[in-house]
């Protein structure tokens, strides 16, 4: 009893006052650890002497702000690592500009003497996959014949002139005897499964214009012939 009658009495409240020592701090709207413990020292100055608080509970609201604060330090720290790791992940993202990676399209852009590289999924063996490349304004402008494929990943090379098939150089003629002009091409890739002709999903590459962060901290590829792409989406990085 003795030690609550001391932390009542008015001379030393006054000597301990935070009011005197918060004057000159910015006001906020929040219930800082300053205005927090004014209240509970107006709450003992006013506290009935003949009814006065229980220590427990006095110890228990400094342990329920102690750990309000704590969350809230928590909280400030989880949001500084996250736009620390949000950072680090646009710098390491913009070194992929200028390079090539495989992403899910039917299209993309084919450069001045440059090379697309096509990926497909071919689920059964098949006695023929059957390659449609369209110019931008949807006229056809080269046919590709590959044969009998087995069941896996095919892929496939083409500049314009030549394809390839997995690394090897196939008979197929272009009927463009100078080739295409760099434009942007869409892929139709076909098979016949189970008797139905049946078009594969396709990942072409393209190269990375720039990097960007969405609102959400994620990271936009933009891609030339493509457009802006999820980096989650990419399939692979091509040297």
């Not at 809230?72 to 950072?87: E, G, I, P």
């Not at 196939?170 to 078009?199: K, M």
Request: aromatic letters at 6%; proline letters at 3%.
């Amino acid at each position: 009893m003795s030690e609550v009658n001391a932390l009542g009495s008015n001379s030393l409240l006054s000597e301990l006052s935070i009011a005197k020592k918060a004057e000159n701090e910015p006001k906020s709207n929040e219930l800082g650890q300053s205005a927090f413990l004014e209240l509970m020292i107006t709450q003992l100055e006013n506290q009935d002497p003949l009814s006065p608080q229980e220590n427990s509970e006095f110890i228990a609201q400094l342990a329920q702000f102690s750990s309000v604060e704590s969350l809230d330090k928590l909280n400030n720290n989880f949001d500084s690592f996250t736009n620390n790791f949000v950072a680090n992940q646009a710098l390491q993202a913009s070194t992929l500009v200028g390079r090539s990676v495989t992403v899910p399209s039917d299209q993309t852009l084919l450069e001045a003497e440059g090379v697309i590289t096509a990926s497909v999924d071919v689920p059964n063996s098949t006695s023929d996959v059957s390659v449609n490349i369209y110019a931008e304004n949807g006229t056809l402008v080269d046919q590709i014949s590959l044969g009998p494929q087995p069941a896996g990943e095919l892929v496939l090379r083409w500049d314009g002139m030549n394809a390839e098939v997995n690394g090897e150089l196939t008979d197929w003629q272009s009927s463009h005897d100078d080739g295409v002009n760099a434009g942007v091409y869409r892929f139709e890739i076909t098979t016949n499964l189970d008797g139905e002709p049946t078009e594969l999903d396709t990942a072409l590459s393209a190269n990375v214009n720039s990097v960007t962060v969405s609102a959400n901290g994620g990271l936009i590829l933009n891609l030339a012939g493509i457009g802006a792409v999820d980096l989650a989406t990419v399939k692979q990085f091509n040297e």
